[in-house]
């Protein structure tokens, strides 16, 4: 019997390292998934990434235009962020993801976006057109504005995915219907537990890692930086780039990684993790260890479809993870067939 290929898109990390959590969850999904007559190969995102918004990140890194996003324009972002795509213009891009032939092609994560589609429509096209069936796994959108939607649904109008597998209910809602295969599931990172990541000591170990971020978030996290003062504390940052930012936070003594095992591992070891992240929290949790959330994103709904809509009120742990991800498992098995 011919060996069924099957490519799994990787994103880009350097602006955000959960993404690489994404893309790892995907894999021990997808390793669980796979038939017999199977293999597994990954392609990167990152050339029409670059190739795209090279322009657009060099001004987003400006520390003057980042100043003004973070203190001002970012209470604007559902209206600003999707319209500012306008100016951006889809490239042609000849790279790895372009030019492999596979039976499947799986895209995980945030990417039934307009940023996505604006990016990466043409390879995707191009791939449903040599012939790979496109499966949209653990997908979501951004703030699920009249304008995303509409612009989302018109890609996958035209598309017709062979799958779409979200990770929260609006999603399925509004694109569930494009599609023969739907599921609504889980985040791809509620899988990072499959990796087998062992449980260490470290010099500090137990300890509780703070992942606060955000500018709006410092007082937070000066309360819980007094709250933890008897014990041992850890910071994370989750963006590697740029080396500017991160020269300084490494010299304070703050964990940035362009691996994202490091980060995998230091929540694997946490005994607790508070984050306005939500991808500094689902590892923590999928590892069974304890999780609070401090952030308004839309992307609550990923822990209300994971059954856990009080981490924002609470530190929290999961139940019934391995339930989910075997359901979600033997649908994605059954696609594979």
Known sequence: MLEKKIALLTSVTFNNIGNGFIDLGAEAALMKALPLNAELFKVSSNANFAATMGQMFMLKENPIINWLWVHTMQRAAKKLHDRSYKTVKTQNIFSMAS????????????????????????????????????????????????????????????????????????????????????????????FVNLLNLPQIDTDLTPYVVLNIEEPKHYRIKEEL?????????????????????????????VIVSDNPMDYLLLYRNASEVYSDRVHACIPTLAFGNKARLFSNSPRIALFENAKIPDVRERLVSIEGLKEMQDKQIAFLASLLQ
């Open 99 to 190: 030019m492999v032939k596979c039976d499947y092609f799986i895209i995980p994560g945030c990417v039934l976006t307009v940023p996505f589609f604006t990016i990466y429509g043409d390879l995707i096209k191009r791939k449903a057109e040599q012939g790979s069936k496109i499966i949209f796994l653990g997908a979501s959108g951004n703030f699920y504005t009249e304008y995303e939607v509409k612009f989302v649904s018109e890609y996958l109008r035209k598309l017709r995915p062979y799958a779409i597998m979200t990770r929260d209910i609006l999603a399925y809602k509004y694109y569930a219907n494009f599609t023969k295969n739907s599921y609504n599931g889980i985040d791809n990172v509620f």
């Open 225 to 253: 930086k007094n709250i933890f003062k008897e014990k041992n504390i850890v910071y994370s940052y989750h963006k590697p780039f740029p080396y500017t930012k991160v020269s300084k936070l490494v010299k304070n003594g």
